[in-house]
């Protein structure tokens, strides 16, 4: 079975430029996260959805940032415009949420971004 | 006060040797713990859960301690292979629906022939 699909897996761009990073979780899973990982600030949530709604966004840093999900497939990070400080690793994660259960996180290979 | 810290290391063990690692969380709604594992310039894993009972996987053991808000992992005869940085992660009130995973900033572990 196909994990948590990313592209593009490494993407170099000038600084004001718009960015659209995309993931497809794993096929019947109702959760989607979005991380960014840097060495500074470790792995750090930006926005989760369930059952294609945005649930929390709070860890978006600004306006500069959007997240769609359109349906249980896809999703779509864009950047607009981009700032070198954007530089990170992008993660997207799935799950299948149940309640009253643990649930295992399966993360996508990730988007190596660049902002020069 | 971070949510979730832990002991960035690095540490540095040689093969066979017996290595624990401990992380600590702030926020005592916590209901679900993991360990999850990263290996260089790939995305984290899930390792193994932890439950209040502590569990065990193969030379992988994991504590949970709620009243001290105190979690470890202790890995046995460590091979090369496990060389890695090692992800502290909690859920907060695990029966909201969707709710998210708080990260560590991990541990990093290298073992060493």
């Known amino acids: 079975d196909a994990g948590v699909i990313q592209s593009p897996r490494h993407e170099v761009t000038e600084m004001g430029q718009e960015v659209t990073l995309r993931c497809k979780p794993i096929?019947?899973?109702?959760?989607l996260f979005w991380y960014r990982q840097t060495m500074m600030r470790g792995l750090e949530l930006l926005i989760y959805f369930n059952n294609n709604v945005p649930i929390d966004d709070s860890g978006m840093p600004e306006d500069r940032f959007s997240a769609k999900m359109p349906n249980a497939s896809f999703s779509t990070l864009k950047i607009q415009p981009s700032e070198p400080r954007d530089s990170a690793v992008y993660f997207c994660?799935?799950?299948?949420?149940?309640?009253?259960?643990?649930?295992?996180?399966?993360f996508g290979p990730g988007t190596r971004l660049t902002v020069t | 006060r971070k949510e979730v810290e832990q002991d960035p290391g690095p540490f540095n063990v040689p093969e066979g040797a017996t290595v624990a690692f401990n992380c600590t969380y702030s926020?005592?709604?916590?209901?679900?713990f993991f360990w999850y594992r990263q290996d260089c310039r790939k995305e984290p894993k899930l390792l193994m859960s932890v439950y209040s009972s502590g569990n065990e996987d193969g030379r992988f053991t994991a504590q949970l301690n709620r009243a001290s808000q105190y979690i470890s992992l202790l890995i046995r005869d460590s091979k090369l292979s496990d060389s890695a940085t090692y992800l502290c992660?909690?859920?907060?009130?695990?029966?909201?629906?969707?709710?998210?995973?708080?990260f560590g900033k991990g541990t990093t572990l290298s073992v060493s022939s």
């Open positions: 096929s019947g899973h109702n959760s």
């Open positions: 992660v909690v859920n907060i009130l695990a029966n909201q629906a969707g709710t998210a995973l708080i």
């Open positions: 926020n005592s709604a916590s209901q679900s």
């Open positions: 994660a799935s799950s299948f949420y149940r309640a009253s259960s643990s649930y295992e996180q399966y």
